[in-house]
């Protein structure tokens, strides 16, 4: 039972890391969309099973990390196919005001070939895609 609580609260738990710097070049931070199969239980800012190739109807957890300090702004996931067709989109919630990393997970069920963009939602700023399949 505590693991099924567990499971549950990091599922619906969207998190956010401290700031580091007030300086973006130099904050060791960069553009990056990282996805896996789960998150680093003794450190619940890493992802486990990282990699571009996922089963379908399995939670894919995702790892958006900004070289510029995200400023609180929510998260936009879009979610299209390899050819442009929108299959969703998502915003996730940043729990602080300040912070380069957010994670959280979505579901898709169908196989296919697809693209993931990360978008802070405050200034429609694109700041990393992945190309990843479902099978």
């Known amino acids: 039972m505590k ?18 710097s007030d300086s973006t070049s130099s904050s060791g931070f960069s553009n990056k969309l990282t996805l896996g199969t789960g998150l680093n ?3 619940l800012f ?3 099973g990282v990699g571009t190739s996922f089963t379908a109807s399995t939670t ?3 790892r958006l990390e900004s070289a510029e300090d ?4 929510a998260v936009r996931l879009k979610i299209n196919q390899q050819d442009g067709t929108p299959i969703f989109t998502q915003d996730y919630p ?9 994670l959280s997970n ?5 196989a296919g070939s697809y693209v993931a963009t990360g978008i802070l939602v405050t200034g429609l700023k694109t700041v990393a895609s992945i190309n990843f399949t479902v099978n």
């Open 3 to 20: 693991k099924i609580f567990f499971l549950l609260l990091i599922t619906l738990a969207v998190v956010s890391c401290s700031k580091k």
């Open 41 to 43: 239980s003794s450190n």
């Open 46 to 48: 890493e992802l486990t």
């Open 60 to 62: 894919i957890y995702f």
């Open 70 to 73: 995200m400023g609180g702004s």
């Open 94 to 102: 940043n729990p602080q005001s300040y912070g380069h990393i957010l």
């Open 106 to 110: 979505f579901t898709i069920t169908r």
